[in-house]
């Protein structure tokens, strides 16, 4: 009988981290985003930023068809991210890169097992950016910058939640 492979956890490297967001954000411009397109496509004119805003500022409806849409968009991209992460342990990026969100226990990663998956608190807590409420907001600028400077590579939301994103290892 063959020995059991090993399995060692290390921190995912930033650019693989990078390329399965980019994926996520990819897929979810192409499911998500599109069918909201037309519907905004029709609610505004072509113009530029401020013409856009006036229109607005006016308009009642063009203004609630815009925040409708926009809090919808936000929920559907959170709750990917937050159910993903939670029930599987990853999204679909991170499962063509070969990445796992772990929680901690002590500043230590757990094993990968079903049983000790994040829990939905550290989910929703990983994905806070994508809620666009005030304080929130500012953490899509604030996460990147922080995990540059984190030895474990974690963004601030990730040592909020107590997770960290991670490559498996298998030795002999």
């Known amino acids: 009988m063959p020995p059991k492979p090993k399995v060692y956890l290390a921190n995912a490297g930033t650019i693989k981290r990078l390329l399965a967001f980019m ?60 159910f993903t992460e939670w029930k599987l342990g990853q999204t679909l990026g991170k499962m063509m ?6 929680a ?11 049983k000790e998956r994040v829990k939905f608190w550290q989910a929703l807590v990983r994905s806070a950016y994508f809620v666009p409420i005030f304080p929130l907001f500012f953490l899509i600028i604030i996460d990147p910058i922080y995990m540059l400077f984190n030895k474990n590579g974690q963004r601030l939301s990730e040592r909020l939640s107590r997770t960290r994103v991670v490559e498996m290892y298998r030795w002999m």
């Open 23 to 82: 994926l996520d954000l990819l897929l979810l411009n192409l499911i998500v985003l599109t069918p909201f397109r037309g519907l905004l496509n029709s609610s505004l004119p072509e113009g530029d930023f401020e013409s856009m805003y006036n229109l607005m500022l006016q308009n009642d409806g063009v203004y609630s068809t815009v925040y409708a849409s926009a809090v919808a968009i936000a929920l559907i991209i959170l709750s990917y991210f937050v």
């Open 104 to 114: 901690e226990t002590n500043g230590r990663q757990e094993k990968l097992d079903i």
């Open 97 to 102: 890169f070969g990445l796992f969100v772990v």
